[in-house]
């Protein structure tokens, strides 16, 4: 039986892959903090749920040694854990923002990883880290809390899998985009807020939020990542990245130069008033 360390378990997206794995026959430890969907993944045939903060040191010292009371060893280690924000980078709180999401979604990862890497090389298996189409498409205004910590996760998985080479363990990045969990509607609770609380952006926010309700419309099923979370864990030789649920107009913007993307937020925010 192959076993994996699964952290952001009880989210929308990590419940919906931990139960694509242990459908297949995986051992998973479930890690999240939600005391109620840990109760419930507990029911789930070879599931082990695991109460852990990945900002917390000790948390994550007692779940590995619940772990350990199970095996010495993993085939993988999985990292979910993360919060998504929309909000601006000068204006509210900011600056807590940022480091509340660096604190999760990147130096969570990295404690993870730190923690549980003797398990994963005794097991020769493999790490997962969770990024995001936000790391590698161009950069949306009132999302610079999560791009920077999606594209620090993108220059941190790519370092550790060179390092991690040299010792024959591969490491993936998966690049999901928008997806139908309860992270999504936090979106609009944040938007919300910062709509109410702005002194600077009321006119191009109330122009913007049409279009941002469609890309929201248009997120996928999270069936579709399970799927490529399983592939990118079962694949004798996984790609370095894995990409899913990007949304198609975002790419269109790829093809644009980065003078014509700013052109079109100038276009979006002209005449509008704070």
Known sequence: MK???????TGGLGEACVRALAARGWRVFAGGTNPGKLAALATIPNVVPVAVDVT????????????RAHTD???????????????????????????????????????????????????????V?????????????FAGAYVLSKRAIEGYTDSLRRELLFVGIPVVKLQPGSF??????????????????TVRYRGVLTRMKPLMDQTLRRSGDPAWLA????????????????????????????????????????????????
């Open 227 to 274: 799927r490529v979370v399983v592939r990118a864990l079962e694949a004798k030789r996984p790609r370095a990245r894995y990409r899913v649920g990007s949304d198609p107009l975002l790419c269109l913007m790829e093809l644009l130069p980065e003078a014509w993307v700013d052109a079109v937020y100038r276009l979006l925010g002209r005449g509008a008033k704070g």
């Open 129 to 141: 880290n969770c990024s995001s189409s936000a790391a590698w498409m161009t950069a949306q205004p």
């Open 73 to 127: 060893r993993l085939d993988a280690v999985v990292n979910f854990a993360g919060l998504t924000a929309f909000g601006s980078l000068i204006e509210g709180d900011a600056v807590a923002q940022c480091e509340k999401l660096l604190a999760i979604n990147v130096m969570g990862t990295v404690r993870v990883n730190a923690v549980f890497f003797d398990l994963v090389e005794a097991g020769r298996g493999r790490i």
């Open 180 to 197: 139908r969990t309860g992270l999504t509607g936090e979106i609009d609770v944040g938007f919300a807020r910062v709509l109410s609380q």
């Open 56 to 67: 917390d040191e000790a948390s994550l010292r007692a779940a590995l040694q619940t772990v």
């Open 3 to 9: 076993q994996a360390f699964f952290t952001g378990a």
